[in-house]
């Protein structure tokens, strides 16, 4: 059995045939921050040519799934936007690492999804929500475009003129609105959420493995084709928009607020 990596702010765990990988820095709500970003792609990798799993389950440590990009480094990156280009090959080597993997991805969201931690949860294959968590793609709210996989992937779940009222006003929405639109499969109770994913789990391992991954391959090859599209625009415009009044104006706001909250 294949040793597995032992990263910074990703833990991963093997239960049988099952491997979670779960975002690890709960005090920052599991932002995209740091080492992270490339090391969610480097353990989506591995997961991918682990031959001892099945099934892969991403979560988020403590009480939220992913809060998305971190405003520290959002604030670097503002003051220095060539920063971006780093940033901008990590976002697209971290779509195609998830639609590249043959094995059923399960996003166990147990708390808030924003930004990127909602594009990853959204890029997973099935998405089981608990009923406190909240999704939405806000990079409009700090002036940015939502170049890093979200205009690829909400026009395929809920639709095209749904997902442009959502990714152009960055509205936050709960985990039950979400399911009654088709961006997420179902949403529990927190108590139940494990059970639920666990049950799932067992199931696609019992499964014929080899039908259940060449089934998603099969559906995700319209997925890839969309995502070479519209990527390397996407990212391009949010690159330029890294580089905006707007953007400046927002982010500053945001630390204020921030900042007000947190001396009250």
Known sequence: MRDLPDLETILLVRDGRRLTITMNRPDALNAVGGPMHGEIIEALSFAASDPDSDVIVITGAGRAFSAGGDLGEMRQVMDNPDLFDREAVNAKRLIFTLLEIEKPVIARIN???????????????????????????????????????????????????????????????????????????????????????????????????????????????????????????????EALSVRSDDHRRLVEELTRKIGDKDKS
Request: net charge negative; glycine share 10%.
């Open 111 to 237: 708390g808030p999804a924003v930004g990127l931690g909602a594009t990853i949860a959204l890029f997973c294959d099935i998405t089981f929500a608990s009923d406190r968590a909240k999704i939405g793609d806000p990079h409009v709210a700090i002036g940015l475009v939502a170049g890093d996989g979200g205009a690829v992937i909400w026009p395929q779940l809920v639709g095209m003129h749904r997902a442009k009222e959502f990714l152009l006003t960055g509205e936050i929405l709960t985990a039950q609105k979400a399911a009654e639109i088709g961006l997420v499969n179902h949403v529990l109770p927190e108590a139940e959420l494990d059970a639920a994913v666990d049950a799932l789990c067992d199931k696609l391992i019992a499964g014929a493995t080899k039908a259940i991954r060449w089934t998603k391959v099969t559906m995700n090859l319209e997925l890839k084709r969309i995502a070479h599209a519209l990527l390397d625009p996407g990212i391009a415009y």
